[in-house]
């Protein structure tokens, strides 16, 4: 049932799990860095980082391990500063993390490591550039310490969430706050998913809630009982997700509907790491216990039964070799396939009292709550399912179809299929008949629908026939022609052609020209597509969502133009106002060459030049979506300008007025944390302190855009012109 290939055993509570080509990557709460080797499993090399410190809590959040650089960040306890390490031939470290006011309560790396985000006690959460672990941006602090991070997988937004239950997210490419959240839970940890839309999170009250980010509201909350949840990870079919928590048990959650699909009893209490490799699931425990999974053994086996359509052999490799296997999409979609036509056949045995055989029938789905629920439902209304067929065996079918009305389930029974078929085959026959010769063959016509006409539902429809042959016949003819839209008009003129089967042969024609027009947009292929959207917006079921995509369509081409024109104010600003935009190629070439300016801005910054800076984001300066990443690139200037030029005997010559420096810093930002630690270290502390003005986070967004804020001579400040 939990295929575990090998069990591997760390001194202390499992901190941090992840893997690079070669190696297992592990450390402990007693700061023991590991590596084992992927091929065999044997421990390759171990550093303890401190046998002084105090131990991380068991289940502490204050390390990561990166995806794809063999990195470690370690934060440890009663101490403002992190490491981070190295991980090549030797376990060594790089730099520190420096900017935190107090202990680090969690960190993470972002799924391709361009990002490393900690959060601490002082409620900060801080954002590093990964490369090279230099500080990027901060975030103003909340009331109480971080108790949970992570990245999208784009890596553009962060969620942060607290032990007071305040909780937000930011775009980091915009660097600002899209949501911010007040749930009645302290959330542990999250996964993004749909497209990074939504996210998915687990308490420490055992609830598991989703949110719309877009909508800005929970989705659903589901309790799994009273159980520590602490963390969570995507499975590789990402309509799923593990979750775990301080007690025994590794639960597998359907994404999109937060339900519990299935759950598995581990060996080991108190799960405090999770790493997914592909195939591979890595779980580490409290105990020092790590299990590594192999989460598609027997899959081939699997397939191959189902092929053969064998849902009991399938579940029977569930139950005894893979749990995990019940998330292939081949399994999904074959169960599901087995259950409309199992479902159909039960209800039928009900309705004649066979039990036994109708609960032998469907035992095999029944792992599945969903049609557990389904079938009890169907027992339930077994009673009217057998007056349905008894009246169709009495050939009574106005009142089977009266019972079917009152009833919608009974639609889903095989009989009622069977009886939706003779009267299409009578109502066809008649029709060709009328065609034919409508005087000639009337009286044949009626003999054939005679054991309809009682049925309310059909009588309207035979009374039609019957009497408007020439309707049905003109239908027809443009059915045939293809000239969908003028049969479309008739069927809106004369209601009654919309219960033929030919009306619902169209609106699946209508509905193919619609998967092919969004195949054809998905291509880029815009003017095929608009001509698609033509011929479907004649098609009157079809107008609105065709005119709605001559819309979009019309947006993207008028977006590609911009792009192409290097109107970027222009383009930037159709994106906000088209979400659909996001998607296309060329808006993710604008965003990647804005990061790609942000990179070279970045590195310009941290030498403290603001001028250069400003020059790699010229382009952007005007961009209203990026107002608040560029202030953030200009404070990190800002600082290291501040920094670069310390008071000092080599320096006294320039005349810097420090109070005023600050002050004009504290105009843009406001007097943050960043700006305090800088002025203790710059042995002005006292001049910051003398200031008690404490400005606005946000106030550069009413200041110029000032290549140095440092105040020299008593100068007003140099804007930065574009050239």
């Given at each position: 049932?939990?295929?575990?290939?090998?069990?591997?055993?760390l001194?202390?509570s499992?901190?941090?799990?992840?893997?690079?080509?070669?190696?297992?990557?592990?450390?402990d709460?007693?700061?023991?860095?590991?590596?084992?080797?992927?091929?065999?499993?044997?421990?390759d090399?171990?550093?303890?980082?401190?046998?002084?410190?105090?131990?991380?809590?068991?289940?502490?959040k204050?390390?990561?391990?990166?995806?794809?650089?063999?990195?470690?960040?370690v934060?440890?306890?009663?101490?403002n500063?992190?490491?981070?390490l190295?991980?090549?031939k030797?376990?060594?470290?790089?730099?520190?993390?420096?900017?935190?006011?107090?202990?680090?309560?969690?960190?993470?790396?972002?799924?391709?490591?361009?990002?490393?985000?900690?959060g601490?006690?002082?409620?900060?959460?801080?954002?590093?550039?990964?490369?090279?672990?230099?500080?990027?941006?901060?975030?103003?602090p909340?009331?109480?310490?971080?108790?949970?991070l992570?990245?999208?997988?784009?890596?553009?937004?962060?969620?942060?969430?607290?032990?007071?239950?305040?909780?937000?997210?930011?775009n980091?490419?915009?660097?600002?706050?899209?949501?911010?959240?007040?749930?009645?839970?302290?959330i542990?940890?999250?996964?993004?998913?749909?497209?990074?839309?939504?996210?998915?999170?687990?308490?420490?009250?055992?609830?598991?809630?989703?949110?719309?980010?877009?909508?800005?509201?929970?989705?659903?909350?589901?309790?799994?009982?009273?159980?520590?949840?602490?963390i969570?990870?995507?499975?590789?079919?990402?309509?799923?997700?593990?979750?775990?928590?301080?007690?025994?048990?590794?639960?597998?959650?359907?994404?999109?509907?937060?339900?519990?699909?299935?759950?598995?009893?581990?060996k080991?209490?108190?799960?405090?790491?999770?790493?997914?490799?592909?195939?591979?699931?890595?779980?580490?425990?409290?105990?020092?216990?790590?299990?590594?999974?192999?989460?598609?053994?027997?899959?081939?086996?699997?397939?191959?039964?189902?092929?053969?359509?064998?849902?009991?052999?399938?579940?029977?490799?569930?139950?005894?070799?893979?749990?995990?296997?019940?998330?292939?999409?081949?399994?999904?979609?074959?169960?599901?396939?087995?259950?409309?036509?199992?479902?159909?056949?039960?209800?039928?045995?009900?309705?004649?009292?066979?039990?036994?055989?109708?609960t032998?029938?469907?035992?095999?789905?029944?792992?599945?709550?969903?049609k557990?629920?389904?079938?009890?439902?169907?027992?339930?209304?077994?009673?009217?399912?057998?007056?349905?067929?008894?009246?169709?065996?009495?050939?009574?079918?106005?009142?089977?179809?009266?019972?079917?009305?009152?009833?919608?389930?009974?639609?889903?029974?095989?009989?009622?299929?069977?009886?939706?078929?003779?009267?299409?085959?009578?109502?066809?026959?008649?029709?060709?008949?009328?065609?034919?010769?409508?005087?000639?063959?009337?009286?044949?016509?009626?003999?054939?629908?005679?054991?309809?006409?009682?049925?309310?539902?059909?009588?309207?429809?035979?009374?039609?026939?019957l009497?408007?042959?020439?309707?049905?016949?003109?239908?027809?003819?443009?059915?045939?022609?293809?000239?969908?839209?003028?049969?479309?008009?008739?069927?809106?003129?004369?209601?009654?052609?919309?219960?033929?089967?030919?009306y619902?042969?169209?609106?699946y024609?209508?509905?193919?020209?619609?998967?092919r027009?969004?195949?054809?947009?998905?291509?880029?292929?815009?003017?095929?597509?608009?001509?698609?959207?033509?011929?479907?917006?004649s098609?009157?079921?079809?107008?609105?969502?065709?005119?709605?995509?001559i819309?979009?369509?019309e947006?993207?081409?008028?977006?590609?133009?911009?792009?192409?024109?290097?109107?970027?104010?222009?383009?930037?600003?159709m994106?906000?106002?088209?979400?659909?935009?996001?998607?296309?190629?060329?808006?993710?070439?604008?965003?990647?060459?804005?990061?790609?300016?942000?990179?070279?801005?970045?590195?310009?910054?941290?030498?403290?030049?603001?001028?250069?800076?400003?020059?790699?984001?010229?382009?952007?300066?005007?961009?209203?979506?990026?107002?608040?990443?560029?202030?953030s690139?200009?404070?990190?200037?800002?600082?290291?300008?501040?920094?670069?030029?310390?008071?000092?005997?080599?320096?006294?010559?320039?005349?810097?007025?420090?109070r005023?420096?600050?002050?004009?810093?504290?105009?843009?930002?406001?007097?943050?944390?960043?700006?305090?630690?800088?002025?203790?270290?710059?042995?002005?502390?006292?001049?910051?302190?003398?200031?008690?003005?404490?400005?606005?986070?946000?106030?550069?967004?009413?200041?110029?855009?000032?290549?140095?804020?440092?105040?020299?001579?008593?100068?007003?400040?140099q804007?930065?012109?574009?050239?």
């Amino acid at each position: 049932m939990f295929p575990i290939k090998k069990r591997l055993k760390l001194i202390g509570s499992v901190l941090g799990l992840s893997t690079n080509k070669t190696s297992i990557l592990c450390i402990d709460n007693f700061y023991n860095i590991s590596t084992f080797l992927l091929e065999n499993k044997v421990i390759d090399k171990t550093l303890q980082l401190s046998k002084k410190l105090e131990p991380l809590h068991h289940f502490s959040k204050a390390v990561a391990i990166s995806y794809e650089t063999s990195r470690i960040v370690v934060g440890f306890t009663k101490n403002n500063e992190g490491i981070v390490l190295n991980v090549g031939k030797n376990i060594a470290p790089i730099t520190s993390l420096t900017w935190q006011k107090l202990p680090i309560t969690n960190i993470v790396f972002s799924p391709k490591d361009r990002y490393i985000a900690v959060g601490g006690q002082d409620g900060r959460v801080l954002v590093y550039f990964g490369e090279n672990c230099q500080l990027l941006t901060s975030f103003p602090p909340v009331s109480d310490a971080i108790s949970s991070l992570r990245f999208s997988e784009d890596e553009e937004l962060l969620f942060a969430g607290s032990f007071n239950k305040d909780t937000f997210i930011v775009n980091l490419l915009k660097n600002v706050q899209i949501a911010h959240m007040d749930f009645d839970s302290v959330i542990e940890d999250v996964v993004f998913y749909d497209n990074n839309t939504k996210i998915f999170c687990v308490t420490r009250d055992g609830k598991t809630i989703t949110y719309d980010i877009l909508k800005k509201s929970i989705i659903s909350e589901n309790l799994l009982g009273k159980y520590w949840l602490t963390i969570t990870r995507k499975l590789p079919n990402e309509d799923f997700a593990i979750v775990a928590g301080r007690d025994n048990i590794l639960r597998i959650m359907h994404l999109s509907t937060n339900t519990l699909i299935d759950s598995i009893i581990l060996k080991h209490i108190g799960v405090t790491a999770m790493f997914v490799s592909e195939n591979m699931l890595y779980i580490g425990y409290s105990d020092g216990v790590i299990e590594i999974i192999d989460m598609e053994e027997t899959k081939e086996e699997m397939l191959k039964v189902l092929e053969q359509s064998d849902l009991k052999a399938a579940i029977k490799i569930l139950q005894e070799k893979n749990i995990f296997l019940q998330l292939l999409n081949e399994y999904i979609t074959k169960v599901e396939t087995l259950w409309k036509e199992t479902l159909g056949r039960a209800i039928d045995l009900l309705a004649k009292n066979n039990i036994e055989e109708a609960t032998t029938l469907v035992e095999p789905f029944m792992r599945d709550k969903k049609k557990k629920e389904e079938f009890d439902y169907y027992w339930q209304q077994k009673e009217s399912v057998a007056k349905f067929m008894d009246a169709i065996e009495a050939k009574n079918y106005g009142q089977a179809y009266t019972l079917a009305q009152q009833h919608p389930y009974i639609q889903n029974t095989v009989a009622y299929g069977e009886l939706e078929d003779l009267w299409e085959k009578c109502f066809t026959g008649a029709k060709k008949l009328l065609i034919a010769d409508h005087k000639l063959n009337l009286p044949k016509a009626q003999a054939l629908l005679k054991i309809f006409v009682n049925v309310k539902s059909k009588k309207e429809m035979i009374t039609m026939l019957l009497n408007n042959t020439s309707k049905f016949l003109r239908a027809e003819t443009e059915y045939k022609a293809r000239n969908y839209g003028e049969y479309f008009k008739i069927c809106e003129k004369f209601s009654f052609l919309k219960e033929t089967s030919l009306y619902k042969n169209a609106l699946y024609i209508g509905e193919q020209i619609l998967q092919r027009i969004n195949a054809l947009e998905n291509q880029a292929n815009y003017a095929k597509a608009l001509d698609l959207c033509g011929l479907l917006a004649s098609m009157a079921p079809f107008a609105s969502i065709a005119n709605e995509k001559i819309k979009t369509i019309e947006n993207k081409n008028a977006f590609i133009d911009l792009c192409k024109e290097r109107r970027l104010v222009e383009a930037f600003a159709m994106i906000e106002a088209n979400y659909e935009l996001y998607s296309l190629q060329e808006s993710k070439n604008l965003y990647d060459e804005f990061k790609s300016s942000v990179k070279v801005a970045f590195e310009y910054a941290l030498k403290g030049e603001g001028e250069s800076a400003l020059n790699a984001l010229a382009e952007y300066l005007n961009v209203e979506t990026f107002r608040d990443k560029i202030a953030s690139l200009l404070k990190v200037a800002y600082l290291a300008e501040f920094k670069l030029n310390a008071p000092s005997a080599e320096n006294e010559t320039q005349n810097i007025n420090w109070r005023e420096s600050f002050r004009h810093y504290i105009d843009r930002y406001g007097k943050d944390e960043e700006l305090k630690q800088v002025a203790e270290s710059l042995g002005l502390l006292d001049v910051l302190e003398g200031i008690s003005y404490e400005g606005n986070p946000k106030g550069y967004l009413n200041t110029i855009v000032a290549i140095s804020l440092l105040c020299i001579d008593n100068q007003p400040l140099q804007s930065y012109e574009i050239l």
